[in-house]
């Protein structure tokens, strides 16, 4: 009766390890996904909103929210952040946001964020023209990118006028 007993315990404390640990089988590491997608472009003073989604957290502990570059992060919780761009920056730069997992530290995501430099034009005038003389002037600009394509937004450049295709970082020309 004793060695039943024994047996009867025996089987009990399997079933019940078998009920505690069931579903334990296969991969549970824990895995933080970021949105938006690496990558994202702003211009300075714009906010972006970053959520992360942590599987496999099964208490749901959420991350931390670390900044390396420009900007600040505000109103962070578990699983969102919201990163400020720089209201003034001269050159484009980056900025990359990492969440770590507050269950298993050595488990982060990172977000890369290129803050846009703002093209400020610095020439405040320009010299007058004569009519009938070829007119040639460089309108200088700041913050842009290391080669574009300068063009109107609105309006025309006057008759005869156009500008050169081939603009560096600091000029284009007239």
Not at 7 to 14: E, R, S, Y
Not at 24 to 30: D, Q
Not at 44 to 50: E, L
Request: charged share 5%.
């Amino acid at each position: 009766m004793k060695k039943l007993r024994a047996l009867w315990l025996v089987a009990l404390g399997i079933l019940v390890c078998a009920l505690v640990f069931a579903g334990c089988s296969g991969s549970h590491t824990i895995a933080i996904t970021l949105a938006p997608a690496s990558g994202t472009a702003v211009n300075p003073g714009q906010t972006v909103t970053i959520t992360a989604t942590v599987a496999n957290d099964k208490n749901n502990q959420g991350v931390t929210w670390t900044l390396s570059g420009p900007g600040s992060l505000s109103s962070d919780t578990p699983t969102t952040v919201v990163y400020t761009a720089p209201t003034s920056v001269s050159l484009t730069t980056t900025a990359t946001i990492t969440a770590t997992s507050v269950a298993n530290t050595t488990i982060t995501a990172t977000e890369s964020i290129t803050v846009n430099a703002v093209l400020t034009i610095t020439t405040t005038s320009l010299s007058d023209g004569t009519l009938g003389v070829p007119y040639s002037a460089f309108v200088n600009a700041a913050g842009a990118p290391a080669t574009f394509t300068p063009a109107l937004i609105s309006g025309s450049l006057p008759a005869g006028l156009t500008f050169l295709t081939t603009s560096t970082s600091t000029s284009a020309q007239i």
